[in-house]
């Protein structure tokens, strides 16, 4: 005989299982710190080759006055502005990166109790049917 409550809970579980599940799944085979850790250093990377593009850009915008302006310019001061503005950028795109993805780590933790305890809530249903 079927159980509805059964086939319900199977149902859901399924759906999850091939939706939503997967990503969760990946992401709870990793402890936090090393979660988190991976896509801030991957953030970081990621930031160093955008700033590095934006800046080529922005000097290329402008070279001919670059240019003009580099003998005048104090070259040490030049490089620590940019070099602080870097550290700014990437230290932006850390936090940011950490939050997120501290958020997301632990969002994905609730849906994998919450699964595993629909898996226990249906096992324990077959056991009370065969009894």
């Known amino acids: 005989m079927l159980n509805e409550e059964?086939?319900?809970?199977m149902t859901k579980l399924a759906s999850y299982e091939s939706g939503e599940g997967k990503?969760?799944?990946a992401i709870?085979?990793?402890f936090r710190s090393d979660y988190i850790g991976m896509q801030v250093v991957k953030s970081v990377i990621y930031a160093t080759i955008a700033f590095f593009i934006m800046f080529g850009l922005y000097i290329l915008y402008d070279f001919e006055v670059f240019m003009a302006e580099i003998y005048?310019?104090?070259l040490f001061e030049f490089a620590k502005s940019v070099l602080k503005f870097y550290g700014v950028t990437v230290a932006g795109f850390a936090v940011v990166t950490y939050i997120v993805y501290a958020y997301r780590y632990s969002k994905a933790k609730k849906s994998l109790?919450?699964?595993?305890?629909n898996l226990k809530k249906l096992?324990?249903?077959?056991d009370k049917n065969k009894k």
């Open 6 to 9: 059964r086939i319900i809970l």
């Open 72 to 74: 005048k310019m104090d």
């Open 23 to 25: 990503k969760n799944a």
């Open 123 to 126: 096992a324990s249903l077959y």
């Open 28 to 30: 709870g085979s990793y």
């Open 113 to 117: 109790k919450n699964y595993y305890n």
